[in-house]
């Protein structure tokens, strides 16, 4: 009963897809309650392999209602082909997927204003995942955006223009060259807005409300992670939304007295795709490493990740702003064959040492290290917590003194059963 929240505590990819996928069994409702298709969240089982961005990953489950909450950003057109991916396993989505009237729907001229004020940030440009969701939190915050219910109104065409016409301006004064380009896209736009519609879209505050009253459990799917969050990410190499627990009320329309676990994932090492400080990342071997036997590519736009050591001083920041309950640990058998495995305690700036996180993301970080042995045997196969090698499982019980918080689950590989519930 009530509402737990799922949510990544580095810089997203820490495999939130494959928990909220493990954990689905045990809730009623899986939401979804910020960002869009700038998320790619895997998940695997039976041998498939699929990444979902902006459909929630309980959608496998035909029993379980599956919500698209107000807080996410729609790109109709990622929609679609989502939809089409689900019906070619021959999951319907239309049977279990509810999506909210007020969420906002990311338009053609959201993508190319994105690209546009990406290329002209030059050296300074975030990494955005060019998906449209800086321009379109813009307009929502401005109050001029597009909500899902518009679709469902006679002037929707007229809202439309008003909205782009802006757009172009912008896109003109930006000297971008989109003509070609944009007619194409809201061909397929217009294409795409027509499967939208045929979803049942809902006042999910409302049908929020009824379902914990007949004591329903919801569990809130994160996307991307606490150091990309708007407020307390690294500033300005964030994303536009409100990534952390908070964002799960303001983002499904659900109040904190219904509040459960908090379940923060996160990786046995660090990545980050895209710009923005990364204060443990490796330029070396081990990161080399990380990346090959951890298959660090995104799963959004097949950037390759940034690769370094595990950060306790920004995870102890992401599990502050949280208040995360328990934490789930993944991907530690891309750890195996490491000789070393380092853990950063500390950083050390302008000659000081603290456990902050620092607002100023061009503090010049050095991070402190503590070295652990490392271990050699192939862990996917283990299914109980106690089989682990010892070695790992001292740098669970560490990271479990340093954080104060419980490690109730380890994950050892990306299937569904590569799990370890302890
Ligand atoms: P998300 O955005 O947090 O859902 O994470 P992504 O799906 O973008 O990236 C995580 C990647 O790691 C995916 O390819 C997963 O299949 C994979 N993965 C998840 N957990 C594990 C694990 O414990 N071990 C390994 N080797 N891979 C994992
Ligand atoms: P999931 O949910 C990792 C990063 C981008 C960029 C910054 C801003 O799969 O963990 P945006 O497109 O949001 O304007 O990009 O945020 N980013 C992610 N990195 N995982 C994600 O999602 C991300 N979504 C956005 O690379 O640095
Ligand atoms: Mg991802």
Redesign the pocket.
């Known amino acids: 009963m009530g509402l737990d929240i799922l949510l ?1 505590l580095q ?3 820490e495999g ?1 897809g494959k928990v909220v996928d493990v954990l689905t069994p045990k809730y009623d409702i899986i939401a979804r309650f910020q ?1 869009g298709p ?4 895997t998940l695997e089982f039976d041998g498939i392999k699929h990444i979902l961005h902006i459909i929630p990953s309980g959608i496998f489950h035909a029993d379980k209602v599956n919500v698209i909450g107000n807080g996410v950003v729609i790109d109709p057109v990622v929609f679609r082909k989502e939809v089409n991916g689900l019906l070619e396993m021959n999951i319907d989505p239309k049977r279990n997927l509810f999506i909210s009237k007020k969420a906002h729907l990311i338009l053609p001229t959201h993508k190319l204003m994105d690209m546009a004020l990406e290329h002209q940030k030059g050296e300074r440009k ?4 060019l ?1 449209g ?2 321009p379109t939190y813009t307009d929502k915050i401005a109050r001029v955006g597009l909500r899902v219910l518009d679709l469902f109104t006679p002037n929707f065409v007229q809202k439309y223009k008003k909205l782009t016409d802006n757009h172009r301006s912008i896109l003109d004064r930006l000297s971008f060259k989109y003509e070609d380009t944009l007619h194409q896209m809201e061909k397929e736009f217009v294409e795409s807005i027509e499967l939208l519609t045929q979803f049942r879209v809902i006042d999910n505050e409302y049908e929020f409300y009824q379902s914990l009253k007949d004591g329903k459990s919801i569990l809130a799917e994160g ?3 606490t150091l ?1 969050d708007v407020e307390f990410g690294s500033y300005p ?4 939304s409100s990534t952390v627990t908070a964002g799960a009320y303001t983002g499904l329309g659900i109040n904190p007295s219904h509040q459960g676990r908090v379940i923060g994932i996160v990786k046995a090492y660090c990545t980050r ?4 400080p990364f204060p443990t990342e490796l330029f070396d071997q081990d990161g080399e490493r990380m990346r090959k036997q951890g298959f660090e590519f995104g ?2 736009t097949g950037r390759p990740r940034r690769c370094g050591w595990l950060d306790l001083v920004a995870l102890k920041y992401a599990i502050m702003i949280n208040g995360v309950t328990e934490i789930v640990l993944t991907k530690a058998d891309v750890l195996t064959g490491f000789k070393t495995v380092k853990i950063c305690t500390e950083y050390k700036i302008n000659g000081e040492v603290t456990d902050r996180f620092p607002a100023d993301s061009e503090a010049p970080i050095q991070p402190q290290y503590r070295s652990f042995e490392g271990w050699s045997e192939d862990i996917t196969k283990i299914r109980e917590y106690e089989k682990l090698p010892e070695q790992l499982k001292q740098m669970v019980h560490f990271i479990e003194q340093e954080t104060g918080v419980r490690i109730s689950i380890v994950s050892v590989g990306p299937d569904r059963d590569e799990t370890l519930i302890r």
Do not use: E, M, P, R
């Not at 700038?38 to 969240?41: K, R």
């Not at 975030?126 to 995942?129: A, D, R």
């Not at 190499?237 to 536009?240: A, C, E, N, P, Y």
């Open positions: 990544g810089w997203g990819d939130k960002g700038n998320a790619g969240h975030i990494g955005s995942t998906k969701i800086g996307a991307q992670g990309l190499f964030v994303t536009s795709v895209g710009s923005g799963s959004t």
